[in-house]
């Protein structure tokens, strides 16, 4: 391989120490590195997934060594769960829609690969073949993520907070054991063939759960296929190791009850054009504690009417 980059190792060694100093003591710090990398970008997009954030604008540039959340101009929040939602007005063929979010971050994520792997290892093959390895494990990481995200949603975990569920805070076996994959999969189903509102469709268990199915049943027109999930889901509850208010207070704790709704948004942006700063500072105030149900904040719930047309993003929102 060619001489060793001098520039890239002093950003490789930065990022190290910076992020992941973990990595330093690695038996190969670049391939730990990569890892690292790896990992904190299958959490963060499942996190993403987990309450229907669309970042709309994921290119290389965008994906971070530390796994946070960066240059999101044109993002915004699924109402109803279709994995092909699209906002951002310059991503006319979907690239970057909602559910292409983790494939293109592991796009993302092997040209970083690609750039270490001088680093990696001296022999071009070997590099290729240790830093593959590393790449194609991308997917059963998001995969973790997002099922532990999921179940503690659905309340089928242990009592896990946001960043316990999503760092595996419980062992495969003890997950395994709590719920029925099934259950999992079927809800993801259940939200996309009937158009559900997933933010308030999530937070509706939490009520199910303290026995009030009102909420949930006024979501879907057609409850045979809700009330056959229903009967499923409750039998995986954990109600014989937690009490149902206990249960119900730890998904309140994963599942917003605000999210920036996209005519929320649009109505704040137009009333600023006119120097009205009203509506945006308290949408800010509302999104900004969005776990806690505050009176007289109803209509920060609920999704767009249905005159409001196409949503669109630009870069420069």
Known sequence: MADDPTVLRRLADHAIARHHPEAADAGNPYLALLDAV??????????????????????????????????????????????????????????????????ITQWNLARLAETLLVLIDDD???????????????????????????????????????HTALDGGTSDATVTALSDPEVL??????????????????????????????????????????????ARWRAQLPLAQQPADAIADAMDTMNPVYIPRNHLVEQALDAATTGDLGPFEQLLAVVTDPFTRRDGLGAYELGAPEDFGPHRTYCGT
């Open 38 to 103: 790896i990992n904190a970008q299958a959490r963060l997009v499942a996190s993403w997934m987990l309450v229907g954030f669309i970042h709309g604008v994921l290119n290389t540039d965008n994906v971070t060594i530390s796994g946070e959340t960066i240059d999101y101009g044109p993002c915004a929040f699924a109402d109803t769960y279709d994995p092909a939602t699209v906002f951002s007005s310059i991503d006319t063929g979907g690239r970057y829609a909602y559910g292409n979010q983790p494939s």
């Open 124 to 162: 071009t093959d070997t590099a290729v073949a240790l830093a593959t390895g590393s790449l194609q494990a991308f997917t059963d990481r998001y995969d973790h993520h997002w099922r532990a995200g999921l179940r503690s949603k659905l309340g089928l975990g242990p009592k896990l907070g946001l």
């Open 185 to 230: 999969d079927d809800v993801m189903v259940l939200l996309r063939s009937n158009s559900i509102d997933i933010t308030r469709f999530f937070r509706s268990l939490a009520d199910a759960v303290r026995g009030d199915d009102t909420i949930v049943h006024s979501l879907f027109d057609d409850h045979s296929q809700l009330d056959a999930w229903l």
